[in-house]
């Protein structure tokens, strides 16, 4: 089975701080993803990459920064915690397909970020 | 712009009961259309997978159908439990890098 592992399950963090949220997958997936999920506004892109040191900025990448050294690795960055950016974070993956789109996409568990 | 709408936002029914959920989307020009479940915290479980090729897709008791042409996707649950109480999303792939345009989700209750 794929899976898509995020370190932390939930954190605690203070304005301000500078807050690393990490995510590995396992099935050699070209494109990695990083959504926030905020009660009705549902789920928003952040930023995606689909290669090693490839990344694209999604709808909302303000405030935010990525880093993918690894094929297997995907990093979200908050530089500077605020208070806004209390919310759950969810890291997908999928194959890249012929036609550059993205094939079926597996989320992992979840972050849910709480920033006092 | 895509634009995907699910509604209802929320649904309760009886156990035992056949029901269908709808995804609407703008744009016809999707690469495929993916069905997640999500539970209470935790992240998206993918359902089902239809490109844009296929009419639908079966898995169990679920069974999801595309309509590009009118712009429309239906999951099916048939004989529902309780344990299939959960939020439901879809979600449309279109152009190059393949980025998903997610619904909002109906969320489904199931009574015993």
């Known amino acids: 089975d794929v899976k898509v592992t995020q370190s932390s399950r939930y954190l605690v963090k203070r304005t301000g701080e500078k807050v690393f949220l990490e995510c590995v997958q396992d099935m050699d997936h070209e494109n990695m993803f990083w959504y926030r999920q905020d009660p009705g506004l549902g789920l928003r892109l952040i930023y995606f990459s689909y290669d090693v040191k490839m990344k694209e900025k999604g709808d909302i990448p303000e405030g935010y920064s990525v880093s993918r050294e690894k094929k297997e690795r995907f990093s979200l960055i908050l530089e500077s915690a605020s208070t806004n950016q209390t919310s759950m974070y969810l890291c997908?993956?999928?194959?890249?397909?012929?036609?550059?789109?993205?094939?079926?996409?597996?989320f992992g568990e979840g972050s849910r970020l709480t920033v006092l | 712009k895509q634009e995907v709408t699910q509604i209802p936002a929320a649904l309760s029914v009886p156990e035992g009961e056949n029901l269908v959920l709808n995804c609407s989307f703008t744009?016809?020009?999707?690469?495929?259309l993916q069905w997640f479940r999500q539970d209470p915290g935790k992240g998206l479980t993918s359902l089902l997978l239809?490109?844009?090729?296929?009419r639908e897709q079966t898995s169990g008791r679920l069974n999801a159908s595309l309509d590009k042409s009118s712009g429309r996707s239906t999951l099916y649950i048939a004989a529902s439990q309780p344990g299939d109480s959960a939020t439901y999303l879809c979600?449309?792939?279109?152009?190059?890098?393949?980025?998903?345009?997610f619904g909002k989700g109906t969320k489904l209750s199931v009574k015993p």
């Open positions: 239809i490109q844009s090729s296929q």
């Open positions: 744009d016809s020009a999707i690469y495929n």
């Open positions: 997908a993956s999928s194959q890249i397909t012929r036609d550059r789109a993205a094939g079926e996409l597996f």
């Open positions: 979600a449309v792939t279109g152009g190059s890098q393949g980025n998903l345009i």
